[in-house]
């Protein structure tokens, strides 16, 4: 085969290459929500590296085990028992060899009486790198969508992170 056949077949690859690391990057995500609202510690921490950090104001978590350890906090625990749902919306994902960003909104539902209210949207910055276990988080930043500029910066780095993108022929 010449070396002009082989290029559209490593065109192909990598953009396959690219669909798979975004589809594990939407399913990593995803499975935040499920995770922290049964409670699992263990299945919490397996989605940050080990060296992992969580960013959600205040005092960050750092390490995968730490992390993990948020199902067990006070305020969690009570979410929990009341009904809660951690509802990731669907990122913008910037992939970049074996590190990725992803940048999207959470939303947190809690049950009252008959039905659910939103109780907390926040905007949510995922640094992820590519580990021999697949893709891990490793530093999640996440900020209150409350009117402060903290959100709106996190959201701006997205949409700067997402304008680097090659187009693609």
């Known amino acids: 085969m010449s070396e002009t056949q082989g290029k559209p ?7 396959i290459r690219r669909l798979e690391d975004k589809l594990d990057i939407y399913e ?14 263990n299945a919490t921490a397996a989605i940050w590296a080990q060296s992992g950090r969580y ?21 969690h625990v009570d979410l929990v028992e009341r009904g809660c749902a ?37 905007a949510n910055r995922w640094e992820l790198v590519r580990t021999e276990q697949g893709w ?3 530093n999640r930043i996440n900020r209150l969508m409350d009117g402060s500029p903290d959100g709106l910066a996190l959201l701006g780095r997205g949409i700067a992170d997402n304008a680097k993108r090659k187009v693609r022929t």
């Open 86 to 122: 951690h509802v990731m919306a669907m990122p913008m994902v910037f992939v970049d060899g074996d590190r990725a960003v992803a940048t999207g909104y959470s939303r947190v539902y809690l049950h009252e009486g008959d039905g659910w209210k939103v109780k907390r949207t926040s």
């Open 136 to 138: 891990k988080v490793e």
């Open 9 to 15: 077949v490593a065109g192909l690859e990598a953009r």
């Open 28 to 41: 990593l995500i995803a499975g935040y929500g499920p995770a922290v609202d049964t409670r699992s510690a």
């Open 55 to 75: 960013d959600f104001g205040g005092e960050p978590l750092e390490g995968a085990e730490a992390v993990g350890g948020l199902v067990d906090l006070d305020e």
